[in-house]
């Protein structure tokens, strides 16, 4: 009698520890705020050399975004389809036109072109110049596209040279 009743209290107890292991993560908090600098949060705007800092919120939608639309193919940065064409800093400034800041690379996701600018990529890389073509640009707005951007340019501030460079920054 006293086996069967330990091995109740047992299986009792396992299963209350059970019970609030599996609810903890509904009591806890979903995720772990990080402040991100005013410093890491700037970036230029313009070939001018005028610079933005963004919001925090601009980020956190930024990164939605990418991750929805662009992250398929440009995941941590890179490019999957030509690993040599990144999102790198250093790569989208040697682009012609350089890629570099805001406006440009938002210019981009309205009319891509090679990376030497001579041709166009409307039909082959997502845009808003062929929306039709890729349904995820489709419900873009110009503040997703800026977003996206700015969460894009602020990555190698953020985890530095993860970024872009085929290092997993996850």
């Not at 209350?16 to 410093?39: M, N, Y």
């Not at 490019?79 to 440009?104: C, M």
């Not at 700015?150 to 997993?168: E, F, H, M, R, T």
């Amino acid at each position: 009698m006293i086996v069967a009743k330990l091995g109740c209290t047992r299986h009792f107890f396992g299963g209350v520890v059970l019970t609030l292991i599996l609810l903890c993560p509904f009591f806890a908090s979903p995720a772990i705020a990080v402040e991100i600098s005013k410093a890491n949060r700037t970036i230029p705007l313009n070939a001018s050399g005028d610079a933005i800092t963004l919001t925090e919120q601009q980020l956190i939608g930024g990164q939605r975004k990418f991750n929805g639309s662009c992250a398929q193919c440009h995941l941590d940065g890179i490019t999957k389809t030509n690993p040599d064409i990144s999102l790198g800093p250093q790569v989208l400034a040697l682009a012609t036109p350089p890629r570099s800041n805001l406006e440009a690379l938002v210019d981009y996701l309205h009319n891509p072109t090679t990376y030497d600018g001579v041709a166009s990529l409307e039909e082959l890389h997502p845009s808003m110049a062929r929306a039709d073509l890729f349904p995820k640009m489709k419900n873009l707005t110009e503040d997703d596209l800026r977003n996206i951007v700015g969460y894009i340019l602020v990555q190698p501030n953020i985890i530095g040279d993860k970024w872009a460079s085929g290092k997993s920054g996850r």
